[in-house]
């Protein structure tokens, strides 16, 4: 399913993993001010945010997976298969589409602070895109470059906004179970435990890494939440953007999931298909895919983000491999 | 500390993550056949096969961490501290020092039964490479290109060489004990378990992955057998060289070392420096590091193999993000 | 903490496990129909069904930590701290106070349904039985003689009633995430699992019991759930009550707390201080305890229950030893 | 399978829990000190130390499973199946049946010590009792009335007499795997572990027995391992002979097996059929089984010791309970 993060290391870095069967031909799109962001149930937003992120285009409209924007805001949305529910619309409330959720908050958000504002009277409408296009279950993880983090679930008992104290989210069950369930882990660190079961007996510590003997690694929601956000907390910060955005995608590798791991359909496996990751102050979008180790980076500051048509750039997907003979 | 695997994918590659505190300055070095290999207690070896590995130099010698020959036999050196035991130089025995043991191999043997053969008299002598730099307590996975593997341990109890049927190699215990730990999880796998614990119950299959739930992810040894084996068995055979390679990659990654979460001493971590692997068939070798995301590639045959001295590539350890923008 | 269960072998048994780090001085107490029982803010019942289970007496008031009425309805209090939470009185509902709520619920209702419907417009109030004697934070399982099952939960979010479809409570945290996380463990099974991690490998079954490998065995309520759930749903029926009520308190003891594994504060030691289970359809209520492997009986059938006054009997704590010679 | 435990309390309390699917028939049954011995291999023993333990008797001959002796002395065969292997008698050795080593070794030996020195040059000689009765795949725990504990077993490198630090033994695989799996559960405590996952986060202790949160409870011989050591570890010790024999059984019951939950074969389940403990330096032996929770005892010394005839006493299968009324 998928994995997302902030990263504090001075500047804060955020994106995610997306784990899926399939390649759903996203690029890297940037909305631009002006361009104009149609809603269902919401006026029109003429002027806004500049975003940058991983996204599909249908009918000319960015369908983000994730982003950022201008601002230093970052949004996610995630799989959410079985607690997501969505609502009809309903007279008095900003009825929001699921899919319509990372272009509204990025777009007009310019913190977390905003965000929770803007979530304050949101109802998630259950509309579908197009016939075609039906709307996913997700819930949403929104961040921004002062390292304040939200999760947002709409659930059959309505819209919730919790404080994300860790900063990671995965998928089901509801946040604040995954919490729950971190605390079993309370006691894995990066260094061994003293030996307490058996205080006179010696018992070797035959192995480095023994402090993190019970650290789970399965693919599945819970484990990667919790190894996650092992990874995370214990991350060294780095002394320039390099160093910082390779210790992030070091993070994301600790929860990827390989193919053939995660068999979801007879003979059709979830992986991680890409690992994205940006720089919230400076707006710059760097990303992985599982067929190309090498990082690859867009600057939404090099274009010009006063224009009104989506400005995208392709996937590189090929495995470049560096021949030194 | 480490994992070396075979994977299988048509040809087979071999190699390893090299998990340490500090990088030693280990380069990519071609051991070309007529380099004259000298050895304490054995005949010198003026004319053999060639080697290419990761390795360190010292007084013009190979120390080779890992590395493969020309005839499709990969060997690396992993950390046993612990178990590991050498011996006296014996009279009547084979005495090879642990530090040499990686290029005797791979000098003379052109098959893992070669290897079996080479080791049948053999007895691993407590000598130093110098006072300065002390002999490592190691053991050993050799493989070849049909796919054979074996693990070699020298123990206070002898010279064991165990057939090694999972193509997997970490650390301590030993390693017949790893193999009992590894029937305890059987159970692994790709697909979700039948609800058996109560069966009449619904008991919702909440998140995919739920096969792995109880793969470790742990940084200790027993930990990565167990994982890396699960990423090695079901990880599938590509179509070409780049995308067997980039599988082979992403099998290690499953048992990467991140930084920060091992610590071995007070505010000194464990991470993987570098994971590389090689075509068992094509001598081609190649390696990434913690630092560089990208693939490199050294091949031993586009050198000339009938020299006499070493041939040493750097080791690209720079981050080289390509800007799309 | 505690472990409450409902066992199904032709007759349905339920009882719970008592986990404290002091004995409260409970007795076996029978409550007869005729008792007067008052209430802080509901009507006093001068008739009502029998009771019989553990309490303490306070003011002649029975305080029961768990009991059965003469129709088969069995309920447990355990202690639920953190997420408990109880209200004010309120204007137009029916208040019950915490340590009301085992003796209304027992006094009034015939079976499960009956309890829900008497739950429908309950306020769990927040006063205390005394200024010494404050309330404790509890939520509740309530079953039947037909395997009925329900949990009663008051949390900030109001009172929740929940089937429950395992016939299991223990503790933390709120009931549905104890379903969720029962959900990792459904492929623990009483055979061997196949082996999937690496199907052409021999991986010997070495030991009997592989399949309930990854099955918790700790003091926690997480743990004690899972493990209970799996011991409950295998355990055979028995051809006698006697072999009934047997395995029934094996169920029990697989989440026994040993005395000295469980430290609440420095040298005090939670155990289960008292095992006990009740035929529903029976009204026989036998216990065991931590000082006394025997297993007693009261029936409440044996008692005049026309009357009004509490009638009481000693917990038998000592263990008798049967000498063979 | 089975599990065997020495628990100090002032005395030493020697015992085990009997795993099996089927009751052999089993009786308490004493050697009296004259009762002539006879091996197959060895000289008979005519005079000899007295021993009380648990037995099937065949042709006059005490097959024990366990007992101890009159000078403190106390030994289990416990299933070893896989690793267990006997050799031909062999020339100037010891020769000595699997099913002979209890009595031998309790009939000669004062102390582990002396037990060691028996044990110097023996050879497990595979001999079986009969065609009918084949010899079972076993291996020991000797242990003292001063504490000390050795694991004799026989495997395809001959025999091994291992130091037993822990004082507890169960089946599979080798003796010293099982310590170097406990180093696995270092840090399992009676308290709740610092957080040092997410050490800014608060991540409540939602749940008393947080500290052996990741105490396998399965019915694998490696879970129960683990468990029984962390029981008997922390057990503490009685004020008397009554308390101490109540919190040794409690140990052993930490790691019974209920019914229904090890199926090895269809239909076919292992459960604890009894569990015994003596007092090494009384020479009371205690049981209990599962049919039967009560304790029962024989004290070995309430009989004439100098007589030559096996005495024996009827298990007390009959589960006797205390009716209050």
Redesign the interface.
């Known amino acids: 399913?998928c994995t997302s993060i902030i990263y504090p290391a001075g500047d804060y870095y955020f994106g995610r993993n997306l784990d899926l069967e399939v390649d759903l031909g996203q690029r890297?799109v940037i909305t631009p001010r002006n361009k104009n962001l149609e809603f269902r149930e919401m006026p029109n937003l003429e002027h806004h945010y500049a975003i940058i992120g991983m996204s599909i285009i249908r009918d000319d409209y960015p369908l983000y997976f994730d982003g950022i924007n201008e601002k230093g805001v970052g949004m996610a949305g995630l799989n959410f298969n079985?607690p997501a529910h969505y609502f009809p619309v309903q007279q008095g409330k900003d009825n929001i589409a699921s899919f319509e959720l990372v272009p509204y908050i990025l777009a007009t958000a310019s913190s977390v602070n905003e965000a929770k504002k803007l979530l304050a009277n949101a109802n998630i409408a259950n509309l579908n895109f197009s016939d075609k296009l039906q709307a996913a279950p997700l819930h949403w993880i929104i961040a921004d470059k002062t390292g304040a983090s939200i999760t947002v679930e709409s659930t059959i008992e309505g819209l919730k906004v919790y404080d994300n104290?860790?900063g990671v989210l995965t998928?089901?069950?509801e946040f604040p179970?995954q919490?729950?369930?971190?605390?079993?882990?309370?006691?894995?660190?990066?260094?061994?435990?003293?030996?307490?079961?058996?205080?006179?007996?010696?018992?070797?510590?035959?192995?480095?890494?023994?402090?993190?003997?019970?650290?789970?690694?399965?693919?599945?929601?819970?484990?990667?939440f919790?190894?996650a956000?092992?990874?995370k907390?214990?991350?060294?910060v780095g002394n320039s953007e390099?160093?910082n955005?390779?210790?992030y995608?070091?993070?994301l590798?600790?929860v990827?999931?390989?193919?053939?791991?995660?068999?979801?359909a007879p003979n059709t496996?979830?992986y991680t298909i890409y690992s994205d990751g940006s720089n919230l102050s400076k707006g710059i979008f760097?990303y992985?895919t599982?067929?190309n180790?090498?990082?690859?980076?867009?600057?939404m500051h090099?274009?010009n983000l006063e224009t009104s048509e989506l400005i995208t750039?392709r996937v590189?997907n090929q495995?470049?491999?560096?021949?030194?003979?």
Chains 1, 2, 3, 4 share one sequence.
């Open positions: 399913m890297i079985g104290p860790v998928n089901n069950p179970r919490l729950v369930n971190l605390s079993n882990y309370r006691g894995i660190s990066p260094t061994a435990p003293e030996n307490t079961i058996a205080p006179k007996v010696d018992l070797p510590v035959y192995s480095r890494g023994f402090g993190s003997h019970f650290l789970p690694g399965g693919m599945d929601s819970e484990s990667r919790v190894k956000t092992f990874a907390m214990h991350a060294p390099v160093e955005i390779t210790n995608f070091h993070i590798q600790s990827e999931q390989q193919k053939g791991l995660d068999e979801i496996y979830e760097y992985r599982y067929e180790s090498q990082i690859n980076s867009v600057d090099k274009e750039y590189q495995q470049e491999i560096n021949h030194q003979n």
